[in-house]
Nanobody, 124 residues
Framework: VQLQASGGGLVHAGGSLNLSCQAS????????LAWYRQVPGKEREQIAS???????EYADSVKGRFTISKDNAKLTVDLQMNSLKPDDTAVYYC???????????????????WGQGTLVTVSS
């Protein structure tokens, strides 16, 4: 299992960042992939997902500002973040999506590995 998120940094409100996640083939083959974020003291939340067919879903908090995409050849999942707000400040992670995590937990196959994540800080 390999998950390596990158691309975070410090940006002013209104700015943009592009995050990228390199996944191992074992993760890629599971199915839908997603980006999550976590603020200290709060639970990790899924903010964007993409299925094997390319169908995307977004949390209301990022809809219209963030775009998730994937490259099947490179096994990468990107998150283009535009119009960033201070509330977007968090550590961002990638993994399989919530539905797949739920299934894997029920079947005892959840690896519970998130990698280091990448920190995004948006200043006001």
């Amino acid at each position: 299992v390999q998950l390596q998120a990158s691309g975070g940094g410090l940006v002013h409100a209104g700015g943009s960042l592009n995050l990228s996640c390199q996944a191992s083939i074992s993760i890629w083959n599971i199915g839908a992939l997603a980006w999550y974020r976590q603020v200290p003291g709060k639970e990790r939340e899924q903010i964007a997902s993409i299925t094997t067919a390319g169908r995307t879903e977004y949390a209301d908090s990022v809809k219209g500002r963030f775009t998730i995409s994937k490259d099947n050849a490179k096994l990468t999942v990107d998150l283009q973040m535009n119009s960033l707000k201070p509330d977007d400040t968090a550590v961002y992670y990638c993994n399989v999506d919530e539905d797949r995590i739920a299934i894997m937990k029920r079947t005892g196959h959840w690896w519970d590995y998130w990698g280091q994540g990448t920190l995004v800080t948006v200043s006001s």
